[in-house]
Antibody, heavy 118, light 107 residues
Framework: EVQLVQSGAEVKKPGESLKISCKGS????????IGWVRQMPGKGLEWMGIIYPGDSDTRYSPSFQGQVTISADKSISTAYLQWSSLKASDTAMYYC???????????WGQGTLVTVSS | SYELTQPPSVSVSPGQTARITCSGDALPKKYAYWYQQKSGQAPVLVIY???KRPSGIPERFSGSSSGTMATLTISGAQVEDEADYYCYSTDSSGLGVFGGGTKLTVL
């Protein structure tokens, strides 16, 4: 059974760093893309970027380039999304999703809620 | 930046056909995908590559694309189809973008 299990909810202060994770199981982790999607409270889905764990090919939306870092550790079938300095506007639900292609996201994680507040 | 435009809301009665549109300049050359998101849940892929349906998705869901517009059609909408629907595609550089979402009400 294909599963993407994301790390738990986080509460952080502005300026702090954060790394959330997405662990894949039940499939060949290096053969599929992993995408990250942001959903701010009460808002729509926003495509942040994708990574191909097989060769670490990574692409970012212009809106998120330089704001976050996407990485993967194929030895433990885990993808990451990280921030070096959080802002209150980073408060959102973050989803990872498996990409059958770079666009066809067929399995999704349960989401990680990130709250940034002083 | 590239944009996909959807109507904010669509409302139908149970059993009627719901159509949700998505317009984008690159759609003549790029596939459209459709995701369903029910309240408090992760999105689910309901249509990929314009018109293909993943296994497990009811046959009442169909997709089409012509020119700069893609359309998700739900034939005989059910109350359980009430959700937000997002179209997704890529720009000329292969970077992804979601439409703004359409809230489907079935009542």
């Amino acid at each position: 059974e294909v599963q993407l299990v994301q790390s738990g909810a986080e509460v952080k202060k502005p300026g702090e760093s954060l790394k959330i994770s997405c662990k894949g199981s039940g499939y060949s982790f290096t053969s599929y893309w992993i995408g990250w999607v942001r959903q701010m409270p009460g808002k729509g889905l926003e495509w942040m970027g994708i990574i191909y764990p097989g060769d670490s090919d990574t692409r970012y939306s212009p809106s998120f380039q330089g704001q976050v870092t996407i990485s993967a550790d194929k030895s433990i079938s885990t993808a990451y999304l990280q921030w070096s300095s959080l802002k209150a506007s980073d408060t959102a639900m973050y989803y990872c999703a498996r990409g059958y292609s770079s666009s066809r996201f067929d399995y999704w994680g349960q989401g990680t809620l990130v709250t940034v507040s002083s | 930046s590239y944009e996909l435009t959807q109507p904010p809301s669509v409302s139908v009665s149970p059993g009627q056909t719901a159509r949700i549109t998505c317009s984008g300049d690159a759609l003549p050359k790029k596939y459209a995908y459709w995701y369903q998101q029910k309240s408090g849940q992760a999105p689910v892929l309901v249509i990929y590559e314009d018109s293909k349906r993943p296994s497990g998705i009811p046959e009442r869901f169909s997709g089409s694309s012509s020119g700069t517009m893609a359309t998700l059609t739900i034939s005989g909408a059910q109350v359980e189809d009430e959700a937000d629907y997002y179209c997704y595609s890529t720009d000329s550089s292969g970077l992804g973008v979601f439409g703004g979402g359409t809230k489907l009400t079935v009542l």
